[in-house]
């Protein structure tokens, strides 16, 4: 076992974040969202969501600026607790972030199919009531490899392609929100609500819609599981863990506001492809094609981040003996973690196969890792003073604000939206239950049959390295 390579720069940190937090889908879900929600709703909704998500980063941004190490929630949650809490989060990750790989699998096809319809021919079988299909499948596969290919030469070079990429994102986003604002009017944006469509009051659309928009901001872990590989200095880590989700929100907002003024807002909860459609709709194919182009390039990023944070994870598990030891080598020329990235290459090929319509069931239990993850990592947080009184530097460890506190009330209330029946986010599907079970029998077993052989103290110098501090972290 070796450490990972230094290699990624400030502003590569940043598009890690903040690309792996934006993702592809809402561009044509914002259709969906002004239907059941309304402008306002999905607007404001994101904007809550946005400062919730960032009082959660701020627990993530205080432990990434004491141990950047690989592996993120797993580091933190096993100093500040134990050898479980940290397998348990490491578990419930690798299972959100190869679902997130398997649905690239899928979304990449299902993306160019509202350009290119004949895509959905040549179906090969059917599960879950949706056809899959054989350019999808070939799409999937090719995109999965080149993935893996990026990451496969290391952080190097897919941080460099993910700071392209991004920027990229922002120029082309920097014309869709000034054509739209420029093009269109206050009067299709106002008034923000419609409760004749919607169904709900002004507020009941806000606070419906943050939990869902919550899903959407998941991701800016990536750049606490990866911090062992950046340059910055520990503190600017941390730092960058909130510039994340800031940037990311804001982007989700702009972009939307921008789609909502463009055309009656109410016109476009009509429609069927959100941004992509509307700037259609109004007479600006290119616009509209740069709409399109931004999920293609944001399929890209969030699909190299999640691939880069698992490999991550399992890296952090090996390190300490619940995963086999070949995950945690490490390439010595291009600092690679190649045998965790080869796992996570099958595992996201293996569940895409299964095509979008069993893809629904995995992809709805994200929720509940993520917020089962949350809020594991915020109680961490609140235990640290508790049981490391002075830091390495000798300075006491300093108050807790109760911010972190408000997100992880979030975080708890996702848990519980998804897994209580009478919810209106309840997972919809007893397949979905059996996945959650299942999930979490399959890592019981992994757990209880791994070697746990390594004291406290050895497990803690493996996954805190330079950091490890015996005097100050028991």
């Given at each position: 076992m070796s450490n990972l390579k230094k290699a990624i720069s400030p502003a590569a940190l940043i598009s890690i974040g903040a690309a792996g937090v934006i993702g592809s889908s809402w561009l044509y879900l914002g259709s969906s969202f002004f239907a059941e929600f309304g402008a306002g709703g999905t607007i404001l909704g994101f904007a809550v969501a946005t400062i919730l998500a960032s009082f959660v980063a701020m627990s993530y941004s205080w432990f990434a600026s004491q141990f950047p190490r690989a592996g993120g929630e797993v580091v933190y949650v096993f100093v500040a607790g134990n050898r479980l809490l940290g397998y348990t989060v490491g578990w419930l990750l690798i299972g959100t972030f190869t679902a997130l790989a398997a649905f690239y699998f899928t979304a990449t096809a299902r993306l160019l199919s509202t350009v290119w319809p004949q895509l959905n021919s040549f179906p090969m079988y059917s599960i879950g009531g949706s056809d899959v299909y054989l350019p999808a499948i070939i799409i999937g596969l090719a995109l999965s490899l080149f993935i893996f290919f990026v990451n496969w030469l290391g952080a190097a070079i897919s941080a460099k392609t993910e700071l392209l990429l991004f920027a990229a994102m922002v120029v082309l986003a920097g014309f869709v929100v000034v054509a739209g604002f420029s093009s269109g009017s206050v009067e299709n944006f106002w008034p923000l609500f419609d409760a004749e469509l919607t169904g709900r009051g002004n507020v009941s659309n806000i606070l419906s819609f943050v939990l869902p928009a919550m899903a959407f901001m998941t991701g800016f872990s990536v750049v606490a599981i990866m911090a062992e590989e950046a340059t910055s200095s520990p503190r600017r880590i941390g730092q960058i863990i909130v510039w994340s989700v800031v940037i990311?929100?804001?982007?989700?907002?702009?972009?939307?506001?921008?789609?909502?003024?463009?055309?009656?807002?109410?016109?476009?909860?009509?429609?069927?492809?959100?941004?992509?459609?509307?700037?259609?709709?109004?007479?600006?194919?290119?616009?509209?094609?740069?709409?399109?182009?931004?999920?293609?390039?944001?399929?890209?990023?969030?699909?190299?981040?999640?691939?880069?944070?698992?490999?991550?994870?399992?890296?952090?598990?090996?390190?300490?003996?619940?995963?086999?030891?070949?995950?945690?080598?490490?390439?010595?020329?291009?600092?690679?973690?190649?045998?965790?990235?080869?796992?996570?290459?099958?595992?996201?090929?293996?569940?895409?196969?299964?095509?979008p319509g069993a893809l629904v069931w995995f992809l709805n239990t994200m929720g509940v890792y993520i917020g089962i993850v949350w809020a594991i990592s915020i109680w961490s947080y609140y235990?640290?003073?508790?049981?490391?009184?002075?830091?390495?530097?000798?300075?006491?460890?300093?108050?807790?604000?109760?911010?972190?506190?408000?997100?992880?009330?979030?975080?708890?209330?996702?848990?519980?939206?998804?897994?209580?029946?009478?919810?209106?986010?309840?997972?919809?599907?007893?397949?979905?239950?059996?996945?959650v079970l299942g999930w979490f029998g399959l890592g019981l077993l992994i757990y209880l049959f791994s070697p746990k052989k390594m004291t406290r103290k050895e497990s803690l110098k493996a996954l805190l390295g330079e950091f490890y501090d015996e005097e100050h972290i028991k």
């Open positions: 990311a929100g804001l982007f989700y907002i702009i972009v939307l506001t921008a789609t909502a003024w463009v055309l009656p807002w109410q016109d476009i909860a009509k429609m069927t492809n959100g941004t992509i459609e509307a700037f259609d709709v109004a007479g600006m194919p290119i616009i509209s094609t740069a709409a399109f182009v931004i999920g293609v390039l944001g399929l890209f990023t969030t699909f190299i981040a999640v691939f880069s944070a698992s490999a991550r994870i399992m890296v952090a598990l090996a390190r300490i003996e619940l995963f086999p030891k070949v995950f945690a080598t490490v390439d010595k020329k291009s600092g690679a973690p190649r045998a965790a990235l080869t796992f996570t290459l099958i595992i996201g090929i293996a569940l895409g196969l299964l095509g235990r640290m003073p508790i049981i490391n009184k002075t830091l390495k530097d000798g300075s006491s460890t300093p108050k807790r604000s109760i911010f972190p506190a408000i997100g992880g009330i979030a975080a708890i209330a996702i848990v519980l939206a998804a897994l209580l029946p009478f919810s209106p986010t309840a997972l919809t599907s007893p397949y979905e239950y059996l996945i």
